[in-house]
């Protein structure tokens, strides 16, 4: 069965940082690329950031670039999502997904269960 | 940048076919993913590559596309398909777009 945990979320002040983890199992982690979405509270879902199997490739949604900054571990088998001047509309939960192998198209085939960020004074 | 169109609600009553349309500008050389949300939880792929449904997804889910336009189908709607569903597509680029959801009221 295929497992992604997030961890990491939690209440932080605008400006501040956050380093979110997902650890994944029942699945070989090092041939799939991997990509974090974020739900804003009562909002629709947004892609922030993926990253290929070997770690080479790496794309970042614009409204992120510059602060996130995504990066992985194949031997603890984990993604990672450095958050850095955290602003309120960072505020969401955040979503750890697989994308789907061998396909036409890269795209989230399995979901972890989130981890909320809040970003408040 | 590049959007995907959802209308906001769709109702249905119980047995009959609620029909949720995905448009964009790209789609017709792209392929359209979706994905069910319930209240609280992650999604959850029901349709990939426009058509294809996977392993334990009810066969009342069906996908379709045609030119610009994507349309998720549910057959015989059920109190349990009482969700929030995106579909999903990939720009120029390859970074993925969501559209903005369609709440489906099954009532």
């Known amino acids: 069965e295929v497992l992604l945990l997030e961890s990491g979320g939690g209440l932080v002040k605008p400006g501040g940082s956050l380093r979110l983890s997902c650890a994944a199992s029942?699945?070989?982690?090092?041939?799939?690329?991997m990509l974090w979405v974020r739900q804003a509270p009562g909002k629709g879902l947004e892609w922030i950031s993926s990253?290929?199997?070997?770690?080479?490739?790496?794309d970042v949604a614009d409204s992120v670039k510059g602060r996130f900054t995504i990066s992985r571990d194949n031997v603890k088998k984990s993604v990672f999502l450095q958050m850095n001047s955290l602003r309120a509309e960072d505020t969401a939960v955040y979503y750890c997904?697989?994308?789907?192998?061998?396909?036409?198209?890269?795209?989230?085939?399995?979901w972890g269960q989130g981890t909320l960020v809040t970003v408040s004074s | 940048s590049y959007e995907l169109t959802q209308p906001p609600s769709v109702s249905v009553s119980p047995g009959q076919t609620a029909r949720i349309s995905c448009s964009g500008d790209?789609?017709?050389?792209?392929?359209v993913y979706w994905y069910q949300q319930k209240s609280g939880q992650a999604p959850v792929l029901v349709i990939y590559?426009?058509?294809k449904r996977p392993s334990g997804i009810p066969e009342r889910f069906s996908g379709s596309s045609s030119g610009t336009v994507a349309t998720l189908t549910i057959s015989g709607a059920q109190m349990d398909d009482d969700s929030e569903y995106y579909c999903?597509?990939?720009?120029?680029?390859?970074?993925?777009?969501f559209g903005g959801g369609t709440k489906v009221t099954v009532l």
């Open positions: 990253i290929s199997h070997g770690g080479g490739n790496i």
């Open positions: 029942g699945f070989t982690f090092n041939i799939h690329y």
């Open positions: 590559e426009d058509t």
């Open positions: 997904a697989r994308e789907a192998l061998g396909a036409p198209d890269l795209y989230p085939d399995h």
């Open positions: 790209g789609l017709s050389n792209k392929y």
């Open positions: 999903y597509s990939t720009d120029s680029t390859g970074q993925g777009v």
